[in-house]
């Protein structure tokens, strides 16, 4: 056995020598020992990297998968009359948001479709604001403002399915009075691209609203505010855990209007449902009182989306977000001011002068007739006003010529704007004269045309804004006044110029306008409950279609506070019958109600 053993390990031991499946045995540490280096080395070079070359960058996307920035709109500044009377502020509302870096991508479509589907706009119109917003950006992305209780529950409901967007709570511009001073107020709507490509270096962002006509748009740097925000933590599915910082919005600054609520109100119920314009200002500083424009819209419609079928409705019916008030017309007889100031200043009349009235006058052949067909004997200055006799003032008007007609327009403030801070709304009317013609035309001026032009009528172009600017100007003894809606503007209260009118031509103004109602064609301004009253009726033809009408005046005469213009466009009748009973309207709230009495 022992033998047996021994020769069984020699066997063994030849076989190891032999066989060789021991053989490399001391090697095999020595490899794996490398390769455990190799790839360690490996891995810590990638970490090295990883660490210490694109360290910053890691960190930062790291933090943005759980850091976001939560933009907050600040509040618009509230709009309010001169009396403290809100006239635009705003109310709570809500509006939703999408965190693109928390919408997976394989689920955009199906998130996009959903919210469309709730919020009942085209997934199109959600899917490009996320490209113009960026579908990797760490800010919320705005898609939908002032939504409905309804849609908002909805959201809530869906909250699973949505990941990425978000509700909250937001102040949108709110008009309490509904459509009252629509044109003067203006709106406010989100920002087009075109509007946004122009503003984003002035800090304006995707989805800001901005003012859009009006005072919103005049003082959008002072009602804008700035935006605020917080920096928030956020899990993976996009919920916050954590406010990191914040910065509160800044509310934008508050204006008051020189606009009276009361009186704004009566403005607008005299106009009615009449296509037109009423202006009131006082005519000692150029504070506007009240303008209305008809037809006219509820800004607060644009307080939140508003489709391209909304737009069109607005549009179809008859301009609404013109303001009449601002845009020229043929003055008619209004204009007679105009012309009674320009034949005594250039010396052609004397103040006391007297001319025959016919029923007609010829000039190059044709005959141009007065608009009772029969005129009015022989007058002077004062009853041709009262009574607006067109034959008088075709005398005076190819006495002084078409030249010195321009000249006094301009005097008057036609033919530019007024000053008004709504100079984008406003147009600048038209002053005829021979280089005018020639330029527009192509043919030089006749005696015809300056026959026209005396009586407010051919090429005259002036708004109710403008007319109700010449009417002040008798009203404060010579001043053309710069018509404004800010009250507060304490380093601006010289709003007026001296025309440098002869007193004598003053008294002949002022007598003549007060004799229109008390002996002439505004009559009806002849009121013992009103105190005395100046005015001027107008009357424009403006073939195919019904007459202009015209009426302006001031009151009381002897110290007036007030001027007020009302227009009817296309309206027919006479500016005595038709206009001048809007404007008696006006001046009874106005003299009969505790108004204010001194200037701005």
């Known amino acids: 056995m022992a033998f047996l053993q021994q020769s069984s390990l020699r066997a063994g031991k030849n076989r190891d020598k032999t066989t060789g499946r021991t053989v490399g045995q001391q090697y095999q540490a020595v490899v794996l020992l490398l390769l455990s280096l190799v790839t360690l080395g490996g891995i810590g070079s990638r970490l090295a990297y990883l660490q210490l070359v694109q360290g910053d960058r890691n960190r930062q996307l790291a933090e943005n998968n759980r850091i976001l920035l939560l933009p907050r709109r600040p509040a618009r500044g509230t709009i309010f009359d001169r009396n403290g009377q809100i006239l635009a502020g705003s109310r709570l509302s809500h509006s939703v948001s999408i965190w693109p870096i928390s919408l997976p ?212 019916r008859g301009n609404p977000f013109v303001n009449r008030a601002m845009r020229s017309y043929p003055p008619a007889s209004t204009f007679k001011i105009v012309t009674a100031t320009a034949g005594i200043e250039s010396g052609k009349f004397s103040p006391e002068v007297y001319l025959p009235t016919y029923p007609y006058l010829s000039f190059g052949g044709i005959q141009f007739w007065d608009w009772n067909n029969a005129g009015f004997g022989t007058i002077g200055f004062r009853t041709a006003l009262a009574m607006s006799s067109d034959t008088f003032f075709y005398q005076v008007g190819r ?76 009203a404060n003894g010579g001043y053309r006044v710069t018509p404004h809606l800010l009250l507060d503007q304490e380093a601006e209260r010289d709003w007026k110029e001296s025309l440098d009118l002869a007193p004598s031509t003053l008294q002949v103004l002022r007598e003549g306008l007060r004799q229109v109602v008390s002996s002439g064609t505004g009559k009806v301004l002849k009121d013992p409950d009103l105190p005395p009253i100046s005015g001027k009726s107008g009357t424009a033809e403006a073939p195919p279609y019904q007459s202009h009408t015209w009426f302006g005046a001031y009151g009381p005469s002897d110290n007036p506070e007030i001027v007020v213009v009302a227009f009817g466009e296309h309206s027919g009748g006479g500016g005595g019958s038709f206009a001048a009973p809007m404007v008696k309207q006006v001046l009874e709230a106005y003299f009969k109600a505790d108004q204010p009495k001194s200037g701005s």
């Not at 800010?139 to 809530?156: C, D, K, V, W």
């Open 105 to 316: 991508e394989d689920r955009r479509e199906a998130v996009v479709g959903r919210l469309a589907q709730i919020l009942d706009v085209p997934a199109e119109e959600i899917h490009q604001r996320l490209a113009q917003g960026g579908y990797s950006s760490n800010e919320s992305i705005p898609i939908s403002r002032g939504i409905s209780s309804a849609q908002a529950t909805a959201i809530a409901e869906y909250a699973s399915e949505l990941p990425g967007v978000r509700i909250e709570a937001e102040a949108v511009r709110d008009y309490p009075h509904g459509d009252l001073a629509a044109h003067v107020l203006g709106y406010t709507g989100e920002m087009d691209d075109e509007e946004l490509a122009g503003r984003q270096a002035q800090g304006y962002r995707l989805g800001d609203v901005i003012g859009k006509l009006g005072v919103e748009a005049a003082y959008e740097s002072r009602l804008r505010g700035e935006w605020g925000g917080q920096q928030v933590e956020v899990d993976s599915g996009g919920r916050v855990i954590g406010i990191l910082g914040e910065k509160p919005p800044q509310s934008g600054q508050d204006i008051r209007l020189t606009l009276d609520l009361k009186l704004q109100r009566s403005a607008e119920a005299a106009l009615g449902d009449q296509t037109g314009a009423i202006v009131a200002l006082d005519p000692r500083d150029g504070a506007i009182l009240a303008m209305v424009s008809r037809p006219t819209f509820d800004p607060n419609i644009f307080s939140t989306r508003i489709s391209e079928e909304q737009w069109a409705s607005f549009q179809s």
């Open 399 to 474: 006495a002084v010529g078409g030249e010195t007609l321009a000249h006094w327009m301009r005097q008057y403030g036609f033919g530019q704007k007024t000053g008004i801070e709504l100079a984008a709304e406003e147009d600048s009317g038209t002053v005829p004269d021979e280089a005018w013609k020639q330029a527009e035309i192509g043919e030089g001026w006749y005696l015809g045309d300056t026959i026209n032009t005396s009586i407010g009528q051919g090429f005259v172009q002036t708004t109710p804004l403008q007319v109700a600017v010449m009417f002040a100007v008798p």
